[in-house]
């Protein structure tokens, strides 16, 4: 384990949890001390990534974190293939280079890494004979074992809606005031906070507070759910899906979100955990992509964020855009 994503994911499982603002610096100084020219914002997004491989669990609210527990689970529609997730401790380490040795073939996957970003663990693959095995080599390898996590994710996705009631900006934090701009992707100054948008602040501790009007009041949210709940004002589909051309594999394909509408940690973590791998990023078409994803998946993905999901077809350009 000597990449820089392999180094982070032996420290982060042995640390075990702690604040989400400790990690940030631990992970930034790391990847700068291994010689890493990163860019802005690189620690949280590698954060983010981890949480969306299954390594770790977030509560950005609260500002904790800690590592996952060790699973293997199969991947849908991938017969034969299965998925170690979690924390990685030296002790599964060496258990895993056991299997390796004696019964398993284990398949290090090298995830990509945009430039400037800090690289996540290799994902580790699995092959397997009959599913009917699986539980007891978790057992070997110190893991629970899960059916099909990526399935089970996409059945506890929550339906969209905006949080409770919650206070305007305070008199002196109002020149902190941004509103989301739908078609830019990003925030901006807002001379008021009268009409109906997305919102975010400084509060009174400095914290970054996001928050959606309706009518005559706020509501509080997160930046992924607002976009989603301002996609739905605006009647703006982001989320499409591509069935694969091959013959019997036609109930499973590509998820094609656009860049300017994140999914939300555990709607990222479902699609993820479809093949294990980071996800694909195009910037032609500036879409995220998702492989390996079961249409009625992809499906459910869509309506618990009050989306239509589109659905193209081979003839679509590999963008996942019609010509």
Same mark, same amino acid.
């Given at each position: 384990m000597n990449s820089v994503g392999d180094l982070l994911m032996r420290w982060v499982s042995e640390l075990g949890g702690g604040k989400v603002?400790?990690?940030?610096?631990? &992970?930034?100084?790391?990847?700068? /001390?291994?010689?890493?020219? &990163?860019?802005?914002?690189?620690? /949280?997004?590698?954060?983010?990534?981890?949480? !969306?491989?299954?390594?770790?669990? $977030?509560?950005?609210r609260r500002g904790v974190w800690s590592a996952a527990p060790p &699973?293997? @689970?199969?991947?849908?529609?991938?017969d034969g293939l299965a998925l170690i997730t979690g924390r990685r401790t030296a002790a599964l380490g060496r258990a895993v280079d056991q299997a390796a040795e004696e019964w398993a073939v #284990?398949?290090? &996957?090298?995830?990509? @890494?945009?430039?400037?970003?800090?690289? #996540?663990?290799?994902?580790?693959?699995? =092959?397997?004979?009959?599913?009917?095995?699986?539980?007891?080599?978790?057992?070997?390898?110190?893991?629970?074992?899960? %059916?099909? !996590? !990526?399935?089970?994710?996409?059945?506890?996705?929550?339906?969209?809606?905006?949080?409770? %009631?919650a206070? +305007?900006?305070?008199? /002196?934090? $109002? =020149?902190?005031v941004e509103r989301y701009d739908p078609v830019k992707r990003t925030y901006e100054p807002a001379d008021s906070y009268s009409q109906d948008g997305l919102y975010r602040w400084r509060g009174a501790d400095w914290?970054?507070? #996001? =928050?959606?009007?309706?009518?005559?009041?706020? =509501?509080?949210?997160?930046?992924?759910? /607002? #976009?989603?709940?301002?996609?739905?004002r605006t009647g703006t589909g982001s989320i499409r899906w591509q069935p694969e051309s091959g013959a019997g594999r036609e109930r499973v394909g590509t998820l094609f979100v656009d860049w300017g509408a994140p999914l939300p940690p555990l709607h990222a973590?479902?699609?993820?955990?479809?093949?294990?791998?980071? +996800?694909?990023?195009?910037? $032609?078409?500036?879409t995220v992509r998702y492989d390996n994803v079961p249409r009625a998946a992809a499906e459910r993905l869509a309506r618990s964020l009050r989306q239509e999901l589109e659905i193209h077809h081979p003839k679509s350009t590999a963008t996942g855009r019609t010509n």
């Open positions: 603002a400790d990690l940030r610096a631990g &992970v930034l100084r790391t990847a700068r /001390g291994r010689g890493l020219n &990163v860019r802005d914002g690189a620690e /949280g997004r590698w954060i983010r990534d981890m949480s !969306a491989l299954g390594h770790l669990d $977030v509560d950005w &699973v293997l @689970t199969r991947l849908p529609f991938s #284990v398949l290090p &996957v090298v995830n990509e @890494t945009a430039e400037g970003d800090i690289p #996540v663990p290799r994902s580790l693959l699995l =092959q397997y004979d009959t599913p009917d095995e699986l539980p007891e080599r978790a057992d070997e390898l110190g893991c629970s074992y899960s %059916p099909c !996590a !990526a399935l089970q994710t996409f059945s506890l996705l929550p339906d969209l809606e905006p949080g409770p %009631p206070a +305007p900006p305070a008199p /002196g934090n $109002v =020149q902190t914290s970054r507070l #996001v =928050q959606i009007r309706r009518g005559s009041g706020f =509501q509080s949210t997160e930046h992924e759910y /607002g #976009v989603y709940l301002e996609l739905e973590r479902a699609a993820v955990l479809c093949t294990g791998l980071q +996800p694909r990023f195009s910037s $032609v078409a500036e």
